[in-house]
């Protein structure tokens, strides 16, 4: 169980290189979304949907881009408009403070 999930929006090559390596290996041939958690370079869980409830995070266009991927099979998407963000769980114990990791 987690406090917090980071999402990234800078560039990670070993993360996208070992998820790229998956798909590739387990995913032939599917051409819609997919949701990896990760940590460190390791994938804990992979859903075959899109994480929505972050797509201010992905940048303008992203959400047109999803339903041109299911309507038509195609991904036109510019990737260079990605943000960090930050989620927390909804339901915790009262009281509970969170820290910024490495302080």
């Not at 929006?9 to 997919?34: F, N, Q």
């Not at 299911?70 to 009281?95: E, I």
């Amino acid at each position: 169980m987690f406090d917090y999930w980071v999402i990234l929006g800078e560039a990670r090559p070993e993360i996208e290189r070992y998820c790229g390596d998956w798909l590739r290996h387990h995913l032939k041939g599917y051409t819609g979304c997919v949701n990896f958690e990760t940590i460190g370079a390791k994938i804990i869980e992979a859903h075959l949907r899109f994480a929505d409830q972050w797509p201010d995070l992905y940048g303008r266009g992203w959400i047109e881009a999803v339903v041109d991927l299911y309507a038509n099979g195609h991904w036109h998407f510019c990737d260079d408009g990605r943000r960090t963000g930050y989620s927390v769980v909804l339901f915790g114990a009262h009281g509970l403070h969170y820290y910024e990791a490495g302080r």
